[in-house]
């Protein structure tokens, strides 16, 4: 039976999705973030979406490489990602033992407005649509679904 | 060995310190470990310091930079000095909003409000 400190509502990887197994370097980030903008440019995705996107994306791979890996040197991630034109989905997941995320404390109140770290998973929830870490806690799936006209 | 090459541009104007960005997104964590030493430098050598932090270059921020702001705001708090950030666009401003932040940071539409407001 679930934890229900988790979130999931069974988003699972799309069949179609992009799936990559990459280390800590910047470049490799970089390339499959950028991949992923192409994509929303050829689906019609625009400047707002290609912001959250960057934005969601930075935050769960810096979490991964971060609290996940512990910054060790031979920590490795997986990406799995997917673009059409109504939605993007991301799949990221680190070696580590997951964390529980209702154990975070509010950035946002006033007594904790001077702590410089733990605003990744408010950003995240801010900007995608859906925002899911099942058990043990060492995914995040990130969606963000294109707003019908 | 070599010292990095400087992320930032700095100059003094008014006995105030303005400082703006070289890199457009602000994301590299490395790159924003640099940030944070090199305006805590700033920081460190003037009794009072009075910064402007100009985004007016900046296209992306994580919440790492966000992190580096608040620990440079802790520093110039703790010597009552005074920071002012500016020329923030619209959609940072709103990562702004959303973290609260905007309550925590002096912030000004454009560097010459800012610089303005000082004390």
Partial sequence: ?149 | MTAPESRLRIRKQDQVTIVEFVDRNILDEGNIAQIGEEIGAIVNEDPSPKLLISFANVDHLSSAALGALITINSKIKGKDGQLRLADINDQIIEVFRITRLDRLFQIQPTAREALASFA
């Fill in chain 1, 1 to 149: 039976m679930g934890n229900p400190q988790h979130e999931s509502t069974g988003v699972s990887d799309p069949p179609n999705a992009v799936v990559v197994s990459i280390s800590h370097e910047r470049t490799a980030i970089e390339q499959i973030c950028q991949s992923i903008e192409s994509a929303m440019s050829r689906h019609g995705h625009g400047e707002a979406a290609r912001f959250a996107t960057r934005l969601a994306w930075e935050e769960a791979i810096s979490n991964a490489i971060h609290h996940g890996n512990k910054n060790r040197a031979d920590g490795r991630i997986e990406i799995a990602w997917h673009v059409d034109a109504t939605r993007i989905f991301i799949r990221i997941t680190d070696e580590g033992a997951g964390f529980d995320p209702t154990a975070i404390i509010d950035p946002t109140l006033d007594e904790n407005l001077e702590c410089p770290s733990g605003r990744g998973l408010l950003l995240m929830r801010a900007y995608m649509t859906r925002v899911e870490i099942p058990e043990p806690g060492n995914t995040v799936r990130l969606v963000l679904e294109k707003p019908q006209p």
